[in-house]
């Protein structure tokens, strides 16, 4: 019988610190991208860390006993969301990337990458944020790939976003990620933008989980996927 367990996000350092680990051993599209940055912290200052700041209500967690081994996280306002990390989070983030290279660390050519994508940070097209406003991101280490446990997490987090009144959510997904893709399909999501590095694939929030395609696909064939 399995001892993993979904539930909400639990704010403090030892959870926050499990789940900066989580997202830096999945960076590489799923895999381990820890030797490929000289600031190990960098990958979750952005695609984590906020989300555990401004929205920890949407934050859900895969846990082992006590230990996190998964997470998705989002934010029912994407626009919102964007403008505060301009004025209230990069800011933040790049004066620590700069007193750390004050020091003489040189960094990698993945933190570099981070850093431009910072600077260059954008909205997703105007057709996928009319209609999808909220966006999540889900790192799921291996001890929680497989029996639905990804897709348990996103439905936990797609129930709060129906109680925020959100209307459709959406994600980003590289097209180097081909599982990824297969799984967020198989659980309903479809491409509504394509993007220079992969796709933009979107869910409507307006109809009942019971009535999507995954949950008929579930249904009538008893699988699960990540």
Request: net charge negative; charged share 10%; glycine share 8%.
């Amino acid at each position: 019988m399995s001892s993993l367990t979904v539930r909400p996000y639990q704010p403090g350092p030892t959870e926050d610190a499990a789940l900066r680990d989580i997202c830096l051993r999945t960076g590489d599209n799923g895999t381990d991208a820890s030797s490929l940055y000289a600031l190990p912290w960098l990958l979750a200052a952005v695609y984590l860390d906020p989300y555990l700041k401004f929205h920890p209500h949407h934050c859900i967690v895969i846990a082992d006993g006590d230990t996190p081994v998964g997470y998705a996280v989002g934010t029912p306002d994407t626009t919102a969301f964007t403008s505060r990390l301009t004025e209230h989070w990069w800011p933040q983030v790049l004066n620590r990337v700069a007193q750390v290279q004050n020091t003489g660390t040189h960094l990698l050519p993945a933190d570099h990458a981070l850093v431009t994508t910072i600077h260059q940070w954008a909205l997703p097209p105007a057709s996928v944020i009319s209609s999808y406003p909220a966006h999540l991101h889900i790192d799921l280490l291996d001890a929680a790939q497989g029996g639905g446990w990804g897709r348990r997490a996103i439905n936990e987090l797609l129930t709060t976003m129906r109680q925020a009144h959100v209307p459709g959510i959406h994600l980003g997904v590289s097209a180097a990620n081909t599982r990824a893709q297969g799984f967020y399909t198989h659980i309903g999501f479809t491409v509504v933008a394509f993007a220079p590095w992969g796709s933009f694939m979107g869910m409507s929030l307006t109809t009942p989980p019971e009535a999507t395609p995954a949950a008929l696909h579930s249904q009538v064939h008893g699988k699960t996927s990540l």
